[in-house]
């Protein structure tokens, strides 16, 4: 019941705001025909938006905590170990996932190694007390019903910089953003370009 209830208000809250706002924030980033990797996808929702929007785009999807039910075929992989080769993909995505984990950085290597082009991470970022609340609770009130792990992994700007330093990346885009003027969460999209690998 308790549940249900958490599920409804993930539902009511994201059509309000995120699943009508992130899409084309996303999609800005991503050409036509392209092959993306979403590692991390959950139920598949959003990249089946993305793929309604333009659908040339060829996604693969993983996750290491898949849905029962899911929009789209998920593969059930850990971020840590992907199962690709290197530059198997011309674009990887990390939505909304690195704050899910303790160890971002194997994540983000992960993700470099087998991007041929493009890494584009959308998460959070914090500069007060009040910015960590507002976003544990409502990553509490969005996750909590589908036992996704909440480490409550924030981070500010500056050490989100520094985990992409050492990276086989640079950092060509950075955009911070609210969906609404109501949501207080911070968000913020990150492009990184792994072009400069060997
Ligand atoms: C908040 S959901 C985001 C889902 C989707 N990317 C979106 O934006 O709608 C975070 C997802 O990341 C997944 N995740 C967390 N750590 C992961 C890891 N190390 N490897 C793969 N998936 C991971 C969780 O299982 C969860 O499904």
Redesign the pocket.
Known sequence: MYREILARWDRFASAQSRSRH?PPRLLAHLRPGQSVL??????G??ARDLLQAEPTLDITA??????AETYIPVIE????DVPFADNAFDTV?????LH??LHPE??LREAARVARGRVLI?DHYWVTALDRAVLRLS?YL??RA?D??LPYNYLRLEEWRDLFTGLDARVVATETFHYSVYDRCKQVTFLLDTGCKE
């Open positions: 992130l979403d590692i991390g996808t959950s139920d929702r959003l993983i996750d290491s905590h898949p849905r992989a850990n971020g840590h995505m990390l939505i909304d996932v899910h984990d194997r994540i959308k990553d969005g996750n589908y996704i792990p």
